[in-house]
């Protein structure tokens, strides 16, 4: 019994301090104004004590598709700041919030809640004055370091 408890402790542990870097592979929605289209997702990240990287993406919604940028952010303790060094989320507990300017009128305010081998995700178009434009959402897995090493 001792033998299993060891094993489950150094298996979560591994999967615990994984983090982000790897590919990611889900599903989704894309809703507009009340109407949803559903999203096969796929994104990459790489991450170190220093940054967290967003190698990009794509999400595939049927009638629509998104193209995700890469980006670099870097981490300055639960802080994450663009190539600005301006303050543009947070990386705390498991949860990332970014809160991206897309154009003058419009910001992109992202949610990620990792959660061992898959994580939630959350991206909420707002224009300026508050009103909602998109909202994608769904849960992305990787197969843990196995994956991450033959998908990038």
């Given at each position: 019994m001792k033998l299993i408890a060891i094993i489950f402790g150094l298996l979560t542990a591994t999967c615990a301090a994984a983090g982000l870097s790897g590919k990611w592979l889900g599903q989704g929605e894309w809703t507009y104004q009340g109407s949803g289209a559903h999203c096969y997702m796929n994104l990459s990240f790489e991450e170190n004590d220093d940054y967290l990287i967003r190698k990009g993406g794509y999400f595939d919604c049927q009638v629509v598709g998104l193209n995700v940028e890469p980006a670099r952010f870097r981490k300055k303790g639960t802080q994450l700041l663009n190539e600005d060094m301006n303050v543009i989320g947070s990386y705390e507990n498991n949860i990332i919030k970014l809160n991206e300017v897309y154009s003058a009128?419009?910001?992109?305010?992202t949610?990620?809640?990792v959660d061992g081998l898959h994580f939630d995700y959350s991206e909420i178009w707002k224009?300026?004055?508050?009103?909602?434009?998109?909202?994608?959402?769904?849960?992305?897995?990787?197969?843990?370091?196995?994956?991450?090493?033959?998908?990038r």
């Open positions: 009128d419009v910001d992109i305010f949610t990620i809640k224009k300026k004055d508050g009103s909602e434009l998109y909202n994608i959402s769904g849960r992305l897995f990787t197969g843990g370091d196995g994956l991450r090493n033959t998908a």
